[in-house]
């Protein structure tokens, strides 16, 4: 892995079985083994890299025998670039399953039967589905927890931490990545990082943030947390975010990011518009970012966000986005969505997602010389 440090931020290109992935990088998530209402060629043509595609719901269905007798996900969805699992932890947080020290019990949200994970099962699972980056097993605590849960957490996945690792390398795989814990509490974020690290991963994600606690006891944790991982391994914010929140991860040396906000928000017709030309605008926004300014004046200097459903955009024939989604006019995209044709949802989907893909594509080139 190649990594250049730059005075706010780093341009790694991690090298994996299907390509490279050069960051800052934002990756797209499939879920189920599909960004919804897009094809593989559609991620390809927009220069996606990385996808983001979840442990938990492929081991309901296809399942785990399916999945492998299929050859994994790359070859089930026709997708020839890298890709990372998330291990089934955030169900941990989202489901509220059963949480012992072996592993977690679900309920299935297809049929209702018990589904049982463990360190081990998760990783064989990311295994089968032929991920090139892989997450630990982790005990995520809602944002509202108690010091005590956070902790617990913590610890638990430490101790699921040291099983991944076990289970990794009882098999052939790509990479492999730790979770940092512990909350909005920096003590318990230092000794999770510090203990992970001794366990060597090939990179390390700050997670359970964006799981209820306050913007800026997101901003002041990652930033902490950052400051402690090494500075040639990749960090992953999982769950973030807004635009404005991704400039200032990248300003305080964050790598990699995923969040469902872009296609989420398109299918109920809310879009992000650039102010301006894109270059332009990241260089500005990056640079209020290292300023330290606030989330919205970093925003201010990005993007809108329109519903392109509002009655002011049904005669207008400009374009959605001049330097995104030019093909349509505002007008007809609206359309779209009041008479409930598909076509509106994969349409705003590119939109939102050309967006985000081209902020880390400007965020790679921001020149800090300038």
Known sequence: ?????????????????????????????????????????????????????????????????????????????????????????????????????????????VDGAKVTLTPESSIEMQIAIGSDILMQFDDVAAGTSTRERYEEAMERSLRWA?????????????????????????????????????????????????????????????KATAEILPKDKPRYFMGGGFPEEIVYYVSVGIDLFDCVLP????????????????????????????????STLIADELYTQVRITNEAFALDQSPVDRYGLLEYSKAYLRHLFMVHEPLALRLATLQNLRFYLRLMQELRGVDLNA
């Open 263 to 294: 296609t989420r928000n398109a299918r109920h017709g809310t879009l992000f518009l650039w102010k301006g030309d894109p270059s332009v605008c990241v260089s500005r926004a990056f640079e209020v970012a290292c300023a330290g300014a606030s």
């Open 1 to 109: 892995m190649h990594v250049t440090l730059f005075l706010f931020m780093r341009k790694l290109e991690i090298i994996t079985a299907h390509g490279p992935v050069h960051t800052p990088c934002f990756m797209p998530i499939a879920t189920k083994g599909a960004v919804k209402t897009l094809s593989s060629d559609d991620l390809r043509e927009l220069g996606a890299e990385i996808i983001l595609s979840n442990t938990f719901h492929l081991l309901l269905r296809p399942g785990f025998e399916a999945m492998r007798e299929l050859g994994g996900l790359h070859k089930l969805m026709r997708w020839d670039r890298a890709l990372l699992t998330d291990s089934g932890g955030y169900q941990v947080f989202s489901l509220e399953p059963k949480i012992s020290e072996e592993g977690v019990e679900f309920r299935s949200t």
């Open 162 to 222: 040291k099983r991944c690792k076990t289970a990794f390398e009882r098999e052939i795989a790509t990479k492999l990545f730790g979770i940092v814990q512990g909350g909005t509490h920096m003590d318990l974020r230092e000794r999770s990082a510090r203990e992970l690290m001794e366990l060597d991963f090939d990179g390390y994600a700050i997670g359970g943030l964006s799981v209820g606690e306050s913007r800026a006891e997101a901003f002041r944790v990652a």
